[in-house]
């Protein structure tokens, strides 16, 4: 079923104020509406276990649960929300340890407003 | 003894207790001599260990050269992003006077807010310089301690956390980080 961003839930994880106020903003230049904002893993598995997220966007670098580790936690819970890591961590290690963890995509920093709706998009569908 | 850690007096006091011997070997035993050289050697031996064990010559090869390459991609991210959101906003003063439509200057505030992520990126960056400087200082105190400077104090500093070993903050090609497209082929192998 095809996502409505009007409606659609999306959490955004990152300690950096700056980088969640750009997502943030991209996300509302691309139609979406309801965002939701976690300063680290910890909170947003908080969040994500009270309400149902369309989709996450998470940094990786983040005390005291890294984005990694949130995504672990959330597969571990059996949720399949889908995951979208935004890190500048970008080495080969790096994108296998959040492929096996059950990341749905990953884009690297610095990244523009069109490869992050690309990769939605390869996420979620068009919208 | 071996392994024994010494101060630099008893260092000095051990050459000193050798040359007053063998300037008078009448007065000494030359076994006597011979074990305080034996003694003396073994106190070489045991810093020179310790020397090597503080480990600094890759602070010079590797810690200093990395630090300055970190400072130098956030002085060229910073005036990347600088040039980006100046051409951004002057464009959008351009196309408010030329009439233009609400798109234009959409596209120009989304520049604007991709050019901010380098706030994100030098931050961590210059994280990174700030370890490279505290191991600096780390080996630095343990080179001295070695050397008898700081005399029965352990002033090192604590070690560091005990971070997760993929977390390296950003990488350039160079480092061995990967681009957008080289992340989407690794993906799209699973």
């Given at each position: 079923?095809?996502?409505?961003?009007?409606?659609?839930?999306?959490?955004?994880?990152?300690?950096?104020?700056?980088?969640?106020?750009?997502?943030?903003?991209?996300?509302?230049?691309?139609?979406?509406?309801?965002?939701?904002?976690?300063?680290?893993?910890?909170?947003?598995?908080?969040?994500?276990?009270?309400?149902?997220?369309?989709?996450?966007?998470?940094?990786?670098?983040?005390?005291?649960?890294?984005?990694?580790?949130?995504?672990?936690?959330?597969?571990?819970?059996?949720?399949?929300?889908?995951?979208?890591?935004?890190?500048?961590?970008?080495?080969?290690?790096?994108?296998?340890?959040?492929?096996?963890?059950?990341?749905?995509?990953?884009?690297?920093?610095?990244?523009s407003a069109e490869i992050l709706k690309s990769k939605m998009t390869a996420v979620l569908g068009s919208f | 003894m071996?392994?024994?850690?010494?101060?630099?007096?008893?260092?000095?006091?051990?050459?000193?207790?050798?040359i007053s011997k063998i300037s008078q070997p009448q007065e000494h035993s030359v076994d006597i001599i011979r074990q305080?050289?034996?003694?003396?050697?073994?106190?070489?031996?045991?810093?020179?260990?310790?020397?090597?064990?503080?480990?600094?010559?890759?602070?010079?090869?590797?810690?200093?050269?990395?630090?300055?390459?970190?400072?130098?991609?956030?002085?060229?991210a910073t005036e990347a992003a600088t040039m980006t959101i100046m051409d951004a906003c002057e464009k959008i003063l351009?196309?408010?006077?030329?009439?233009?439509?609400?798109?234009?200057?959409?596209?120009?505030?989304?520049?604007?807010?991709?050019?901010?992520?380098?706030?994100?990126?030098?931050?961590?960056?210059?994280?990174?310089?700030?370890?490279?400087?505290?191991?600096?200082?780390?080996?630095?105190?343990?080179?001295?301690?070695?050397?008898?400077?700081?005399?029965?104090?352990?002033?090192?500093?604590?070690?560091?956390?005990?971070?997760?070993?993929?977390?390296?903050?950003?990488?350039?090609?160079?480092?061995?980080?990967?681009?957008?497209?080289?992340?989407?082929?690794?993906?799209?192998?699973?």
């Amino acid at each position: 079923m095809p996502i409505n961003p009007q409606t659609a839930n999306i959490l955004v994880v990152d300690d950096y104020k700056t980088m969640r106020l750009v997502i943030r903003n991209l996300l509302i230049q691309i139609g979406f509406r309801n965002i939701d904002e976690a300063t680290d893993g910890q909170m947003a598995f908080g969040l994500i276990q009270d309400k149902a997220y369309d989709l996450v966007i998470s940094d990786w670098n983040m005390e005291p649960m890294t984005g990694l580790d949130l995504l672990k936690s959330v597969r571990a819970a059996n949720m399949n929300t889908p995951f979208i890591m935004v890190t500048a961590e970008s080495k080969t290690e790096n994108i296998i340890a959040a492929k096996q963890a059950g990341v749905n995509n990953y884009i690297v920093k610095p990244f523009s407003a069109e490869i992050l709706k690309s990769k939605m998009t390869a996420v979620l569908g068009s919208f | 003894m071996p392994g024994e850690s010494y101060r630099r007096d008893q260092v000095v006091s051990i050459i000193n207790s050798v040359i007053s011997k063998i300037s008078q070997p009448q007065e000494h035993s030359v076994d006597i001599i011979r074990q305080e050289i034996a003694n003396l050697k073994d106190m070489l031996e045991d810093l020179r260990s310790q020397l090597s064990m503080t480990d600094v010559r890759n602070v010079h090869a590797e810690h200093i050269p990395s630090a300055t390459d970190e400072l130098d991609a956030v002085a060229g991210a910073t005036e990347a992003a600088t040039m980006t959101i100046m051409d951004a906003c002057e464009k959008i003063l351009q196309a408010q006077q030329a009439g233009a439509g609400d798109d234009a200057i959409e596209g120009e505030v989304t520049r604007i807010y991709e050019a901010c992520t380098f706030q994100d990126i030098t931050g961590q960056r210059i994280g990174k310089v700030v370890r490279t400087l505290k191991t600096i200082d780390e080996k630095i105190h343990a080179l001295l301690r070695t050397i008898g400077d700081i005399a029965g104090e352990d002033r090192l500093p604590p070690a560091p956390a005990n971070n997760d070993s993929l977390l390296n903050g950003p990488s350039s090609v160079q480092q061995g980080g990967l681009s957008q497209d080289e992340i989407d082929r690794l993906l799209g192998s699973f």
